[in-house]
């Protein structure tokens, strides 16, 4: 199989720029895939199969994980602990925009390819890092996975219910939150090198970003040293807002807004909750929180799902279904908006992969290609920058490539 070795015409907002992706696991793919989508030449440079070290995570490269992540992307295979393979680097970096890492913080001054070195062969060069704990500091040697970093930043301490403990998050929210902010920062230097000329040292990890996401619960801290708790589906301050029983499943609601709380009673039916003095303001709800949510569960029990939907759509309140991936994909609304964007795989046949969440309306991200085999574009990238086919095959019986 040879997905890519001639890739299809880039197109898109960010087709100028040059991107140098030494980056692997997910929070540093997740980074990548915001430039890849968009339209840039993306170089993903991965070891020689000889090393026997991949970003193919176990033989998974054709599973869904993989295909997601690094996409729409071509494939250098480099070694760099050979002195060749570093003049390869460097011959690559004289024409990038953004070289991208996400090693452990001492990797790149051992292999001399830090920020400090690569400046000097490209002044213009966005050299982005992310990292666990940050370059420096007392934890940055540690390695850092996403459920560490949960548990960490505060995330676990408040998720879930009292009485089961610290609960992480279902998704690899730490990793997904430093490679977008990553993304943003890159473009940050990109959009600052047009005026200054020069590029710089980008850095994110997953304990700032993590933190970052915390958002209005860090800030409450920071504020007022309010320490929170573990509330469940509940919202902190916002009630009712929640996960309620139905005939057939459960739905979520949130009225915690006096209008809308007003909306609620309206739409089921309750004008003898919406008059009750425990019920009736946004701190009195709050309070009794608990009286009102099996309130609310007792009524909530005698419809199914879709029905409560197209009384509360009527009503205008907001509430949704509790969905399964398979309801996420069938619904209508996301059906719409594309989520789902078809790919053609060689091997795999017609797959499909999750689309950008935003669009633009003249220059539209694209899903050009999946990911290609190991070193599949190794020959014709090496041939841009000057490489015979004679030079070619001697870095490849030396191991270089």
Same mark, same amino acid.
Request: proline share 6%; net charge negative; charged share 25%.
């Given at each position: !199989?040879n ?7 880039r197109?898109?907002p960010?087709?100028a ?17 915001? =430039? ?6 993306v170089?993903?440079i991965?070891?020689?199969e000889? %090393? &026997? ?5 176990g033989g998974l490269r054709e599973?869904?994980? =993989? $295909?997601?992540l690094h996409?729409n ?6 070694n ?7 003049a390869?680097?460097h011959? %690559?970096v004289q ?15 051992r ?12 002044p213009?060069? #966005?050299y982005?890092s992310?990292?666990g704990?940050?370059q420096?500091?007392p934890y940055?040697?540690?390695p850092? =996975?996403?459920?560490?970093i ?5 995330m *676990?301490?408040?998720?879930g ?5 610290p609960?992480?998050?279902g998704?690899?929210?730490?990793d ?10 890159v ?14 040292? #980008? ?9 970052s996401?915390?958002?209005f ?7 007022n040293?309010? %320490?929170p708790d573990?509330p ?6 916002s009630?009712p ?5 139905t005939?057939?499943g459960?739905i ?5 807004? $006096?209008? *809308?709380w007003? +909306?609620?009673?309206?739409? !089921?039916?309750?004008d003898d ?5 425990p019920?009736?303001?946004?701190e009195a +709800?709050?309070?009794?929180?608990v009286?009102?949510?099996? &309130?609310?569960s007792?009524?909530? +029990? ?9 009384i =509360?759509? $009527? ?14 994909f069938?619904?209508? $609304?996301v059906?719409?908006? /594309? ?8 091997a ?5 992969? #999750? /689309?950008?969440p935003?669009?633009l309306? +003249?220059?539209?991200s ?20 000057g490489y015979t /086919?004679?030079?070619?095959a001697?870095?490849? &019986? &030396?191991?270089?490539?």
């Open positions: !199989m997905p890519a070795t001639h890739t299809p015409p197109r898109g960010l087709a720029y040059k991107v140098l992706d030494l980056t692997r696991v997910r929070a540093g793919p997740t980074c990548i895939r915001q =430039f890849a989508d968009w339209g840039a030449d170089i993903k991965e070891t020689p000889l %090393l &026997e070290q991949s970003d193919g995570w599973g869904p994980d =993989f $295909q997601n996409r992307k071509r494939s250098l295979t480099l760099l602990k050979h002195p060749s393979g570093l390869i680097l011959r %690559l024409e990038a925009d953004v070289i991208a890492e996400n090693f452990r913080p001492d990797v790149k001054h292999l001399g390819i830090d920020y400090e070195s690569l400046r000097k062969i490209n213009r060069i #966005v982005a992310i990292s704990f940050g420096d500091g940055a040697k540690r850092g =996975f996403d459920h560490i949960q548990g960490m930043a505060g *676990m301490s408040m998720n219910f009292p009485e089961n403990g609960t992480r998050v998704i690899a929210l730490a997904i939150g430093a490679g977008l902010y990553c993304a943003l920062a473009m940050t230097a990109l959009l600052e090198r047009e005026s200054s000329g020069e590029g710089q040292w #980008v850095q994110a990890s997953l304990l700032q970003s993590m933190i996401m915390m958002d619960q860090a800030a409450r801290y920071l504020f040293q309010d %320490l573990q469940g589906n509940d919202h902190p301050t009630i807002t929640g996960v309620y029983p005939r057939d459960h979520t609601i949130a009225a915690g807004e $006096q209008a *809308m007003k +909306r609620l009673c309206d739409a !089921m039916g309750a909750l919406l008059n009750l003095p019920y009736a303001t946004e +709800r709050s309070v009794n929180r009286d009102l949510n099996e &309130e609310l007792g009524r909530t +029990r005698q419809r199914t799902t879709e029905e409560w939907m197209a =509360f759509e $009527q009503g205008s309140v907001a509430a949704g279904p509790i969905n399964r991936m398979d309801d996420v069938a619904d209508a $609304q059906r719409h908006l /594309g989520v789902a964007q078809p790919m053609h795989h060689p795999l046949g017609p797959v499909k992969v #999750v /689309g950008q935003f669009k309306s +003249r220059t539209p694209e899903v050009r290609h999946p990911v290609p085999d190991r070193g599949a574009n190794t020959d014709e990238i090496l041939e841009t920058i /086919g004679r030079d070619i001697a870095l490849r &019986e &030396e191991g270089v490539i």
